[in-house]
């Protein structure tokens, strides 16, 4: 079992910069892949990025490499996603996930936070 908490959501800039959080409980948190999506209003959740167990393999959506950076600290538990640039379209409600593979659909995940919300102004 994995509990999953965010932070770090609010309201930005189109241009700036911001560092989700997301903090697991469990023994076996090194053990999972850790992803991030995200859900805009009216639209499917959809893959955002995702990081190996030992944090040595990275994965992205396209669209976003090059302005997001996912990453984690076994020992705190900790999965962060950090964001620059950000545009108005990356507004959205921002999940911490766990997997027990890589993989960038919802259905291979396992264990879900609650969201932080993201909002993006113009």
């Known amino acids: 079992q994995v509990q999953l908490v965010e932070s770090g959501g609010g309201l930005v800039q189109a241009g700036g910069s911001l560092r989700l959080s997301c903090a697991a409980s469990g023994r076996t948190f090194s053990s999972f892949v850790m992803g991030w999506f995200r859900q805009a209003p009216g639209k499917e959740r959809e893959f955002v990025a995702a990081?190996?167990?030992?944090?040595?393999?990275?994965y992205y959506a396209e669209s976003l490499k090059g302005r997001f950076t996912i990453s984690r600290d076994n020992a705190k538990n900790m999965v962060h996603l950090e964001m620059n640039t950000l545009k108005p379209e990356d507004t959205a409600v921002y999940y911490c996930?766990?997997?027990?593979?890589?993989?960038?659909?919802?259905?291979?995940?396992?264990?879900w936070g609650q969201g932080t919300q993201v909002i993006v102004s113009s």
């Open positions: 996930a766990a997997a027990p593979r890589v993989g960038s659909r919802k259905s291979e995940y396992d264990y």
């Open positions: 990081i190996n167990w030992s944090g040595g393999r990275t």
